[in-house]
């Protein structure tokens, strides 16, 4: 079975801080893909990041980056220069094929303070 | 361009009654899911459709619920009779898959509240 785990069920950050979140995943694949979404009050699932397992470099996207150590099949996101609109719900999720279901984790629910 | 469209977005009925989801996928994309989320279970993925065809119904409660996807640009979700612990939102997604490759992600709609009294 392949399983998702977040280990932080909340969060809270300082506006303009660093928050990292955790996420570790559970296969026998090879290559997959991984995916970090925010679901924020208005409850739109949103796609922050995506990481492809066979390249090596960690994906960027502005202020959102991730650290994926496939050895250690861990997955972790790193939200710089916190904004207010960045409280949400983030979720970690896992393709193990590219195609076909996704499987999330249980959520890591982020609050940014003035 | 238009995202994956859900309706409708609110729905509150009574226990026993017939409740239909309905999702229009993003133009063009392939394969299309139903998820349910709620505070105990998270995101659970119901079924998924690939060319309009059933691939994985696995997660579908029980005969209660069915899904049908007609054509590539139309899906529904219904629930008869519906109860109350199926209280959720289900979200509508769709993805383009092209011989078994893609690139993994879904795009979701803004979800369907049910609240079953």
């Known amino acids: 079975a392949q399983t998702v785990t977040q280990s932080q069920p909340e969060m809270s950050v300082q506006e303009a801080e660093t928050v990292t979140l955790s996420c570790t995943y559970d296969t026998s694949e090879n290559n997959y893909y991984l995916f970090w979404y925010k679901q924020p009050p208005s409850r739109q699932m949103i796609l922050v990041i995506r990481q492809e397992a066979y390249k090596q470099q960690n994906a960027t996207e502005n202020r959102f980056s991730v650290n994926f150590q496939k050895a250690a099949k861990s997955f972790s996101l790193k939200i710089s220069d916190s904004q207010l609109g960045d409280t949400a719900m983030y979720f970690c999720?896992?393709?193990?094929?590219?195609?076909?279901?996704?499987?999330f984790g249980a959520g890591t629910q982020v609050v940014v303070t003035p | 361009d238009a995202g994956v469209i859900q309706s409708p977005r609110h729905e509150v009925t009574e226990m026993g009654q017939e409740v239909t989801l309905r999702c229009k996928p993003i133009?063009?994309?392939?394969?299309l899911f139903w998820y349910r989320q709620t505070m105990m279970r998270g995101l659970e993925l119901l079924i998924y459709f690939n060319n309009n065809v059933p691939i994985d119904d696995s997660g579908m409660p029980e005969d209660r619920f069915s899904a049908k996807m007609p054509n590539a640009s139309f899906s529904t979700l219904k629930i008869q009779p519906s109860e109350p612990r199926d209280s959720a939102v289900y979200f509508c997604?769709?993805?383009?898959?092209?011989?078994?490759?893609?690139?993994?992600?879904?795009?979701f709609g803004e979800g369907s509240r049910l609240t079953v009294l």
């Open positions: 133009s063009g994309h392939n394969s």
């Open positions: 999720a896992f393709n193990p094929s590219g195609w076909g279901k996704l499987q």
């Open positions: 997604a769709s993805s383009f898959f092209q011989g078994h490759k893609g690139t993994g992600e879904l795009f």
